[in-house]
């Protein structure tokens, strides 16, 4: 749910509580965003007031995650066990409480929605929910053709379709080719067997 502040900007709904969160996630059966900040955090507050009040980001959340806001010192617990040293951290949890995804600092409106779809894609995939994932990863590269998220996208869509196809490699070598092909110096170019 979107709310609205004074000057009718979109705000997230965000929890505090883990269990709750994670309750509602699994209730909802929606990827958890888990954004990790700190006071005196010059990238959590761009962040907070900059991308999560984009009303783009907001409505992507509302319909599509569960928000959980952590502190780094007061949910020393979690940010511990995931070994969190920076904010603001962003962390994409599937609905069982498993991170699947991170992405570090602040980053603007447009490439946070390819964080949004590329962590929503990488919990599908570990759900086997081929179609889900593949869909994800290709609103990156529909949204940023040349974008600097979009050889990831890229490489994790091969990836997903490759488990979806049985294990075949023919699939996933065709579609790595691509990043091969127009993202030659990207480390996903390498990362591939």
């Known amino acids: 749910m979107i709310g609205t502040t004074e000057l009718d ?31 005196d955090c010059g990238g959590c507050v761009k962040l ?19 928000a959980l806001k952590l502190d780094l010192f007061g949910d020393r617990e979690f940010t511990r066990q995931h070994q969190i040293f920076w904010t603001p951290t962003v962390l994409i949890a599937d609905h069982s409480g498993k991170v699947r995804y991170t992405s570090v600092n602040y980053l603007p409106p447009e490439q946070f929605l390819d964080v949004l779809d590329i962590g929503e894609g990488m919990v599908a995939m570990r759900w086997k929910e081929h179609e889900r994932s593949i869909a994800a990863f290709e609103r990156v590269e529909t949204r940023h053709p040349d974008g600097p998220l979009t050889a990831e996208a890229i490489y ?37 067997p």
């Open 9 to 39: 900007t979109p705000t997230v709904q965000w929890f505090y509580d883990r269990e709750e969160a994670f309750k509602e996630a699994r209730r909802l059966r929606r990827p958890l965003l888990i954004d990790v900040s700190q006071e």
């Open 48 to 66: 907070d007031q900059v991308t999560l009040r984009d009303p783009r980001v907001a409505d992507e959340l509302a319909q599509r995650f569960v």
């Open 156 to 192: 994790w869509r091969g990836m997903t379709t490759y488990f979806r196809d049985g294990k075949a490699p023919a699939t996933a070598k065709r579609i790595w080719q691509e990043i091969k092909d127009r993202f030659p110096d990207s480390i996903w170019a390498f990362r591939q």
